[in-house]
């Protein structure tokens, strides 16, 4: 079994993440959430942590258990760490953005393109997160 991190953001977007979690799971992946504060805005812990039958971080120093460092542990673990955000088009345009995805793809990580659809926002552009069985899909290619 694969193990999975989950990564959920602040964005409209999040509400897929149950979606996501369900047909990961489908295919044998174990996966472990984790929510930024903004994302617990969108979509609830106690979702994800019922579909993913695992604890889901909200504060990234959450440290329950004194014999475990999670933020360090937690990542040693994982096959795979998948981060979910969406965002408005000014926003994945903007420069720093663009720099930044440049970065990660010099540094070996594979970026699941955003779709062209109508943004939460109203404007209708590239933003738009990937559709699921596409994130599913690059996943399980990630995983191979």
């Known amino acids: 079994m694969k193990t999975v991190i ?8 999040a509400y897929k ?16 959430a984790v929510l930024t504060k903004n994302g617990a ?10 579909m993913t039958r695992n ?8 440290e329950d258990d004194p014999q475990e460092v999670i933020h360090v542990n937690l990542p040693a673990k ?10 408005n088009t000014r926003m994945y345009e903007n420069p720093a953005t663009q720099h930044n995805l440049e970065i990660l793809k010099q540094r070996g ?17 590239l933003g738009a997160l990937a559709e699921v069985d596409t994130i599913v899909q690059y996943v399980m290619e990630g995983l191979r």
Not at 6 to 13: D, P, R, Y
Not at 41 to 50: A, D, R, S, Y
Not at 78 to 87: Q, Y
Not at 111 to 119: C, E, K
Request: with cysteine; glycine share 8%; aromatic share 6%.
């Open 6 to 13: 989950l990564g959920v953001t602040g964005s409209i977007a």
């Open 17 to 32: 993440a149950p979606d996501i979690v369900s047909k990961l799971i489908r295919k044998d992946c174990n996966i472990h």
């Open 41 to 50: 805005g969108f979509i609830t812990p106690l979702t994800l942590q019922t």
């Open 55 to 62: 604890r889901v971080f909200v504060d990234t120093l959450q």
């Open 78 to 87: 994982a096959d795979l760490l998948l981060i979910a955000p969406a965002m």
């Open 109 to 125: 990580w594979t970026l699941i393109p955003p779709r062209t659809a109508r943004l939460a926002c109203g404007y209708e552009g």
